[in-house]
């Protein structure tokens, strides 16, 4: 996955933690492992979001960004990412709830980008198809 990706993933998920204007230690602790894990721990960029509330207009300005380019199982990945953070403070307001099912439809809005798997096993496929047709033939 590209830099720029990863940081987008990561800010939408941490404008999502603060759709209720605030951060739960455990939503912190959570996005803190996330930032880690994609070895972002001291961009400034991401770390200053994590210090004022980002709008949700911003958030779904970046959401509608990143589901543009994205594939089914990179959205699913993201939803898993968010609904992780959403149950990190052990309690799913309704404001949570809500924004899940708002991403979701979203998400359902905007067509995916075909995945690129789908073609390497057709291409890979047809290759097997052909040598094994050329077998039958000898």
């Known amino acids: 996955m590209e830099p720029q990706s990863q940081i987008l993933i990561l800010k939408i998920v941490i404008g999502s933690a603060w759709i209720d204007r605030h951060l739960e230690p455990g939503e912190v602790k959570y996005l803190q ?7 972002l721990a001291h961009n400034p960029e991401l770390l200053a979001l994590l210090e004022k509330p980002v709008s949700l207009q911003q958030t779904e300005q970046w959401m509608v960004q990143y589901l543009m380019g994205a594939t089914e199982v990179e959205r699913l990945q993201l939803l898993g990412a968010i609904g992780k953070m959403v149950i990190a403070d052990e309690i799913v307001s309704p404001e949570d709830h809500n924004l899940l099912d708002d991403y979701y439809n979203l998400m359902a809005d905007i067509p995916p980008k075909p995945e690129e798997t789908a073609t390497l096993l057709k291409t890979v496929g047809q290759f097997v198809r052909r040598v094994l047709q050329g077998r039958r033939q000898q």
């Open 33 to 39: 492992t996330l930032l880690e894990r994609y070895q």
